[in-house]
Nanobody, 126 residues
Framework: QVQLVQSGGGLVQAGGSLRLSCAAS????????MGWFRQAPGKEREFVAA????????YYGDSVKGRFTISRENAKNTVYLQLNNLKPEDTAVYYC???????????????????WGQGTQVTVSS
């Protein structure tokens, strides 16, 4: 059974930092692009960041560029999201995702991802 298990998140003051982790099991994702999305209350899920299978390319949503960093450790089948200089508008449930096929490019579209983590709450207080 394929699982993406997320950890990290929580409550932080504006300007603070958090690190989210997403550990995959049941399948080797070292050759799959992976990404992060988020969904705030009353809003649609939006793209946050994505990383190629080789970690050679990273992509970010405009609202998080320069503040968030995506990375991965293929040996651990894990992807990370470092959130710095957090703002109240970053408050959302964050989801990691993995593409189903190997060697496919990164994507900003949630429909391109086959596997999803359980979601983790990030709350930023002002």
């Amino acid at each position: 059974q394929v699982q993406l298990v997320q950890s990290g998140g929580g409550l932080v003051q504006a300007g603070g930092s958090l690190r989210l982790s997403c550990a995959a099991s049941g399948r080797d994702f070292s050759r799959s692009a992976m990404g992060w999305f988020r969904q705030a209350p009353g809003k649609e899920r939006e793209f946050v960041a994505a990383i190629s299978w080789s970690a050679g390319r990273e992509y970010y949503g405009d609202s998080v560029k320069g503040r968030f960093t995506i990375s991965r450790e293929n040996a651990k089948n894990t992807v990370y999201l470092q959130l710095n200089n957090l703002k109240p508008e970053d408050t959302a449930v964050y989801y990691c995702a993995a593409r189903g096929s190997s060697y496919t490019p990164t994507s900003v579209s949630e429909g391109e991802y086959a596997y999803w983590g359980q979601g983790t709450q990030v709350t930023v207080s002002s």
